[in-house]
């Protein structure tokens, strides 16, 4: 592709200097990636400002660079030129993010014309909405990709996540291949720093689905007013013919419902839907409820706790908008066995082990809250909170887990570059009961918690789920709570 057409699909720019064409062999806002024929696109980071870097990519072969503003370096601009380099084209726009989104998906062809993305947001549920609705399409015949926090998947490609929405240009890149190989949908976990980022501003969703905003992330958006905005983004930029799936029990469904051009499909328990659930039973295995005014969509299922029922009515409801026949529906639920690290039930004589990924209050109210009918004996709770996150939530995680759990072990999470033990207090902040202990070590802290467990107690593992790494003082180390749980299980006696 030429430079020439590829800078004017970004819309108003301005440039420094004549523009010379050139073929493009890529487009980056990593200057570490950057290689000779490059676009570098110079972005003001939350750590970085790419602006820093411009000398860097031209070294490396960027042959035009896109600047926001007056933000780069003025000698750099006024002569067009880095020493060695040559001539080098600077194009001045408003937002280089938007304008990055823009060369991303014109470089990769536009793929999201050429197949349906569906977009899960919500602080909770995101990654079992998509597994569930992945297991569907697939019982119905088709082959999705999915783009989330576990992986990034598609036919036999597995590749390890990074971000739960990846950057802009590998997002396109992954839709381009997705599309290539003759994939009809794409299912994108839809984080709100993507959103505010404009990683997605590009993509053409054929539909959207929330799932439910509590607190989270507030040390990016400083408070809830602004994490819902940065939602908001996903439904107010659906097309009329698109249609958007909302929990219809969460306090913001209201003003979400009225922000979006798309047909509104509501789904929930406790208000009027469109698609609801009566007849909710569950025990420690498994989950059945009805859908109401349905016969044939009875549902039995692995999955367990009322999070799940509202996990499985957005599936539904996104599978019946799009035409899938209940009895595929139905069956796909009731095969499906787990998403790694949501609730994952480790096999144990004498009492149960759960590992899950819960790491906001609301995440760990509704495991505990799923957990507790079915324990005989004591639950007891590993947690910890991440370094470098949102400080508000740690005394309320703290307060949750203690009032609802018998007893609770504060261990690290991922305390990046933050003292352990500053988190550690933090949390106890928010402790008003003596029904705790501290072991920062976590390893030490999964052992000791499977050591004082009895028959019929439940031990849930909480805040890591699916990781299979910590981060300590920014070294990440290999750490799986559940290879920690299983090496623990074989050194015990029962």
């Excluded at 019982?139 to 036919?155: D, H, L, Q």
């Excluded at 096999?347 to 990924?357: A, E, H, L, M, W």
């Excluded at 305390?415 to 949390?427: F, L």
Aim: net charge neutral; glycine share 8%.
């Amino acid at each position: 592709m030429k430079a020439r057409d590829l800078i004017n699909s970004i819309g108003s720019y301005t440039s420094s200097s004549p523009f010379e064409d050139f073929p493009v062999r890529g487009v980056s806002c990593n200057s570490g990636e950057v290689q000779d024929g490059f676009i570098f696109v110079a972005i003001r980071g939350t750590h970085e400002d790419g602006h820093k870097f411009i000398d860097e990519a031209i070294r490396k072969g960027a042959k035009a660079v896109v600047v926001q503003g007056s933000g780069f370096p003025s000698t750099s601009l006024g002569t067009g030129r880095v020493q060695g380099s040559g001539k080098i084209s600077f194009i001045i726009v408003e937002d280089t993010r938007q304008a990055l989104a823009k060369l991303a998906a014109e470089f990769s062809g536009r793929p999201s014309r050429k197949i349906k993305v569906i977009g899960v947001t919500g602080t909770n549920g995101k990654t079992t909405v998509t597994y569930l609705i992945e297991a569907i399409l697939q019982e119905a015949g088709f082959s999705p990709g999915v783009i989330g926090t576990v992986n990034y998947r598609f036919k036999d490609k597995i590749i390890p996540s990074k971000n739960t929405t990846p950057g802009p240009v590998e997002i396109q890149s992954l839709l381009a291949d997705m599309a290539r190989d003759g994939l009809e949908y794409a299912l994108m976990e839809v984080s709100s720093h993507a959103l505010d980022q404009e990683r997605i501003g590009e993509i053409a969703f054929h539909s959207a689905i929330f799932t439910n905003l509590t607190q989270d992330h507030l040390d990016y958006h400083h408070n809830l007013e602004n994490y819902f905005q940065a939602k908001t983004k996903l439904f107010k930029n659906l097309l009329p013919e698109s249609f958007a799936i909302v929990n219809n029990d969460d306090a913001y469904a209201d003003r979400l419902k009225g922000l979006t051009r798309a047909k509104v499909i509501t789904y929930g328990i406790e208000r009027n839907c469109d698609i609801s659930a009566e007849n909710i039973r569950s025990d420690i295995a498994h989950s059945e409820f009805s859908v109401l005014g349905r016969k044939d969509l009875a549902m039995t299922s692995h999955l367990i706790g009322r999070h799940n029922i509202y996990n499985m009515l957005a599936s539904i409801a996104w599978a019946l908008s799009e035409g899938i026949k209940p009895e595929i529906i139905k069956s796909a639920i009731q095969k499906f066995s787990l998403v790694p690290g949501r609730m994952e039930q480790i096999t144990c004589p004498g009492f149960y082990i759960f590992v899950d990924y819960a790491h906001t209050e609301d995440a760990l109210n509704n495991a505990l809250r799923t957990l507790r009918p079915f324990s005989q004996g004591r639950l007891i709770v590993v947690f910890g909170c991440g370094g470098e996150r949102d400080k508000t939530k740690r005394p309320k995680m703290g307060y949750t887990v203690t009032e609802l759990a018998d007893y609770a072990v504060i261990t690290n999470d991922n305390p990046r570059s933050e003292d352990p033990q500053e988190i550690i207090n933090d949390i106890k902040k928010g402790i008003q009961k003596e029904n705790f202990c501290v072991i920062p070590e976590r390893l030490q802290a999964i052992k000791e918690s499977l050591a004082m467990a009895h028959s019929g107690d439940i031990v849930l593992i909480a805040g890591k789920g699916h990781e299979d790494y910590q981060i300590l003082n920014n070294r990440r180390e290999h750490f799986d709570d559940r290879e920690a749980v299983r090496e623990c299980l074989k050194s015990m006696k029962f």
